[in-house]
């Protein structure tokens, strides 16, 4: 795993140039996901015995991963998000795929393949209908469709006609869509492509269909999840750190006390962060090691934690890099102005309000056992 993550870091650092000059609707950073496929990072999410690397899928892989994605998060969010929604595909393939779709799914993305996943709805809904030799029609229309026009094998989920939501692999390649890009106009991560797309009488076969109905939403896996887009927010904040240091230094403005004083405490707001990566990693090993419904509830409430502690952190730094840098640095072509973009936009996920709630509810009736001395039982154990 080590050579994945000094890649991932590679790639990142690698990335902030191209990051610039794809800030647009209209672009995508193609040199930057040729760098990912060529250091075998769209294949590491599967399984070893379909040719990957295991990276995400057992216990002891989740610190790389996470590590993973903050190193390309740190040099591009609009990338770091392509390849977090490619690993969630590849995730899900391998929780409920059988042998044979997973070994189809595996070639694809063997052969280059970038799979994504696309779940938001947009007014009209997505359906699935049976037709002849068990195959199916996908109509309607997703938003927020991440990718468009790069990827090529979506997981997308749409309602049969019982209600039940499934989930289906689109060969985008073999369907005609509809892609609006004038449905994507963002503050931030406008490179990104999320657009909004329909399907009209897309033809889906059944060894397209990946598990059950309402699979999708099963957890801890769902909700789980945030651990990884949240890795992707703690790079850019790591990030901004750095960029800021650098702007004070190259204008010799370091011995003045109050940029000490901010640099100090953005030091210590992405050093908290990484300590969340680390110990959330450490609960995602414990959970596949022990898969039981109190240990999936309490990695969900973990992970909840993670995702709204790191969410405060990355608006703290970003509010101190500013005050850092002054109306200057907001200019071109420093990069702040755009990470802080990016990263304001991505970390509007949903329903924030309702996972902290969560917590709250938890905490309310349970203990959570997250104490130092547990994480550092844990990881002396292993």
Same mark, same amino acid.
């Given at each position: 795993?080590?050579?994945?993550?000094?890649?991932?870091?590679?790639?990142?650092?690698?990335?902030?140039?191209?990051?610039?000059?794809?800030?647009?609707?209209?672009? $995508?950073?193609?040199?930057?996901?040729?760098?990912?496929?060529?250091?075998?990072?769209?294949?590491?999410?599967?399984?070893?015995?379909?040719?990957?690397?295991?990276?995400?899928?057992?216990?002891?892989?989740?610190?790389?991963?996470?590590?993973?994605?903050?190193?390309?998060?740190?040099?591009?969010?609009?990338?770091?998000?392509?390849?977090?929604?490619?690993?969630?595909?590849?995730?899900?393939?391998?929780?409920?795929?059988?042998?044979?779709?997973?070994?189809?799914?595996?070639?694809?993305?063997?052969?280059?393949?970038?799979?994504?996943?696309?779940?938001?709805?947009?007014?009209?809904?997505?359906?699935?209908?049976?037709?002849?030799?068990?195959?199916?029609?996908?109509?309607?229309?997703?938003?927020?469709?991440?990718?468009?026009?790069?990827?090529?094998?979506?997981?997308?989920?749409?309602?049969?006609?019982?209600?039940?939501?499934?989930?289906? /692999?689109?060969?985008?390649?073999?369907?005609? /869509?509809?892609?609006?890009?004038?449905?994507?106009?963002?503050?931030?991560?406008?490179?990104?492509?999320?657009?909004?797309?329909?399907?009209?009488?897309?033809?889906?076969?059944?060894?397209?269909?990946?598990?059950?109905?309402?699979?999708?939403?099963?957890?801890?896996?769902?909700?789980?999840?945030?651990?990884? $887009?949240?890795?992707?927010?703690?790079?850019?904040?790591?990030?901004?750190?750095?960029?800021?240091?650098?702007?004070?230094?190259?204008?010799?403005?370091?011995?003045?006390?109050?940029?000490?004083?901010?640099?100090?405490?953005?030091?210590?707001?992405?050093?908290?962060?990484?300590?969340?990566?680390?110990?959330?990693?450490?609960?995602?090993?414990?959970?596949?090691?022990?898969?039981?419904?109190?240990?999936?509830?309490?990695? /969900?409430?973990?992970?909840?934690?993670?995702?709204?502690?790191?969410?405060?952190?990355?608006?703290?730094?970003?509010?101190?890099?500013?005050?850092?840098?002054?109306?200057?640095?907001?200019?071109?072509?420093?990069?702040?102005?755009?990470?802080?973009?990016?990263?304001?936009?991505?970390?509007?996920?949903?329903?924030?309000?309702?996972?902290?709630?969560? /917590?709250?509810?938890?905490?309310?009736?349970?203990?959570?056992?997250?104490?130092?001395?547990?994480?550092?039982?844990?990881?002396?154990?292993?």
């Amino acid at each position: 795993m080590a050579e994945l993550v000094i890649s991932a870091q590679i790639i990142g650092e690698n990335s902030l140039s191209e990051a610039a000059e794809t800030d647009s609707i209209d672009s $995508f950073p193609k040199k930057t996901l040729a760098k990912l496929k060529s250091a075998d990072l769209l294949t590491a999410s599967i399984a070893k015995k379909y040719g990957g690397r295991n990276l995400g899928l057992s216990s002891g892989t989740n610190l790389a991963l996470l590590t993973i994605l903050k190193n390309i998060g740190r040099g591009n969010l609009v990338m770091g998000r392509v390849l977090e929604g490619h690993i969630n595909a590849q995730i899900l393939i391998h929780q409920f795929g059988n042998q044979k779709q997973k070994k189809l799914f595996a070639e694809d993305a063997f052969d280059g393949r970038l799979f994504g996943v696309w779940n938001t709805q947009a007014e009209s809904g997505t359906i699935l209908s049976k037709i002849e030799n068990g195959k199916y029609l996908l109509n309607g229309t997703k938003t927020f469709a991440t990718g468009t026009d790069f990827v090529t094998r979506p997981i997308v989920t749409a309602a049969k006609k019982n209600g039940d939501w499934q989930m289906c /692999v689109v060969p985008l390649d073999e369907v005609m /869509v509809k892609a609006d890009s004038s449905w994507w106009n963002p503050m931030g991560m406008k490179a990104s492509r999320s657009f909004k797309i329909t399907f009209a009488k897309a033809e889906i076969p059944k060894i397209n269909l990946l598990g059950s109905a309402g699979e999708y939403y099963k957890q801890p896996g769902f909700s789980g999840g945030a651990v990884r $887009f949240a890795a992707i927010h703690l790079g850019a904040a790591e990030q901004l750190l750095d960029e800021t240091k650098k702007y004070l230094t190259d204008l010799n403005r370091t011995q003045d006390p109050f940029q000490k004083m901010r640099l100090g405490q953005m030091a210590i707001a992405v050093e908290s962060g990484n300590q969340w990566l680390n110990a959330a990693a450490v609960r995602m090993d414990r959970y596949m090691e022990q898969p039981t419904i109190n240990e999936g509830e309490s990695f /969900v409430i973990y992970a909840n934690m993670m995702r709204t502690a790191i969410e405060q952190i990355c608006i703290d730094v970003m509010n101190l890099c500013q005050k850092c840098i002054g109306a200057r640095g907001l200019n071109k072509p420093y990069h702040f102005e755009r990470i802080i973009r990016d990263l304001s936009t991505y970390l509007r996920q949903p329903a924030p309000d309702a996972v902290l709630t969560d /917590v709250g509810g938890y905490v309310l009736n349970n203990d959570l056992d997250i104490s130092a001395s547990e994480i550092w039982n844990l990881n002396f154990k292993k």
